[in-house]
């Protein structure tokens, strides 16, 4: 059997000895990888937190080990590494960049995930991270240019800024909802009950997160309001508020703004129901979950350029990074013919990410 280790930067919160995430990890994430293994090791980020609560976050339990990549010793490091058969390292991440150089001079296999880009993430972020964009994104290159077997979330962005001389397959991780005839009828008779001047938009990301592109929304709204539109914009995900309620106070448009918090997974479904309108306005995306989700259920969406957003919306409902101007301008040319026709589409779209199709997509990459 082989011993396969999980190998990422991302952060398990570690309450009351379980261990939660943010949403942006499930344990169906690690499930795809019990096809090659029943014994899972969790190379990951772990921070301890006492007196707080769970509520909004995601258990993890599938997995055999894990261990805390902060708190890893050299010798127990390459202990770890010798120990164990094969390593899915998933890119960008700090963590996949180490584990890949040293696992690759012991001769270890590797099968690499390409999620995101090393690039946008880094110049986006704080002015340290700018700094390392440059170093980070070339060696991001070079490993994934010289790997055997990668994986890519996306169709074409990401394949074009991080090219492999080996084996290249697209598939997404996304779980998109199961939507029946009664959920696609009640989708068309909300379009058809909207009042566009009062219309409900949303958006699900980490509102700590400037990258996520909530400033642009915020902008479009104080805009629309002079124009005679009064919408409600509910903010669902993890992080501090702090940053965008005073935003939305400068701009006159805190009583626009509805902040939900973090959001389990039946949450997440209530929520795309009870709005009109999904808005992704990343500044840094590969290929959003969240804005699949909500195509999976025939809401109507729009999205910024970033990323393999292009790849899921038509033209007309894209605008570019922080223009808000752009955003108003599509805001306002919606009617209920064209939401109705966009629901349609978006189902008909995220058919492409049906979980039976890519689970066999999976099942031979893993195993290759």
Wanted: with cysteine.
């Amino acid at each position: 059997m082989k011993n396969v280790v999980f190998v990422h930067d991302h952060k398990l919160k570690m309450i009351d000895n379980f261990y939660y995430s943010n949403g942006a990890f499930n344990d169906s994430v690690f499930m795809n990888y019990y096809s090659i293994s029943n014994n899972l090791t969790l190379y990951l980020r772990v921070y301890n937190y006492e007196n707080i609560s769970s509520l909004g976050l995601t258990k993890i339990t599938k997995f055999t080990n894990l261990i805390n990549s902060n708190n890893l010793k050299l010798k127990p490091f390459i202990k770890m590494i010798m120990n164990h058969d094969l390593f899915i390292i998933r890119l960008p991440s700090i963590n996949g960049l180490i584990v890949y150089f040293i696992a690759k001079f012991l001769k270890k296999k590797m099968l690499i995930e390409v999620v995101g880009c090393t690039w946008d993430s880094l110049w986006n972020h704080s002015l340290v991270a700018k700094f390392a964009a440059p170093f980070l994104w070339l060696l991001s290159r070079i490993v994934i240019f010289n790997s055997t077997n990668v994986l890519y979330v996306t169709k074409y962005f990401l394949q074009k800024r991080y090219p492999t001389k080996g084996l290249a397959v697209s598939c997404s991780d996304v779980l998109i909802f199961n939507v029946t005839s009664t959920d696609i009828d009640n989708r068309i008779q909300k379009i058809e009950y909207l009042k566009f001047n009062e219309i409900k938009i949303g958006t699900l990301a980490s509102v700590n997160l400037k990258y996520k592109g909530h400033h642009t929304v915020f902008n479009a709204i104080k805009k629309l309001n002079t124009f005679g539109y009064y919408p409600k914009y509910y903010l669902a995900g993890s992080g501090s508020q702090n940053r965008l309620k005073r935003l939305a106070v400068r701009l006159g448009i805190i009583n626009n703004v509805v902040f939900l918090g973090s959001l389990n997974r039946n949450n997440i479904v209530e929520f795309f129901n009870s709005i009109d309108l999904y808005i992704q306005p990343s500044l840094v995306e590969a290929l959003p979950r969240a804005l699949i989700e909500a195509m999976s259920l025939g809401l109507p969406c729009i999205g910024s350029n970033a990323g393999g957003i292009k790849e899921l919306l038509s033209k007309e409902y894209i605008f570019k990074k922080n223009r808000y101007k752009e955003l108003v301008e599509i805001i306002r040319s919606l009617n209920k013919k064209s939401l109705i026709k966009a629901s349609r589409d978006n189902i008909v779209k995220s058919n492409d990410f049906n979980e039976s199709n890519l689970s066999s997509i999976r099942k031979k990459f893993y195993n290759s």
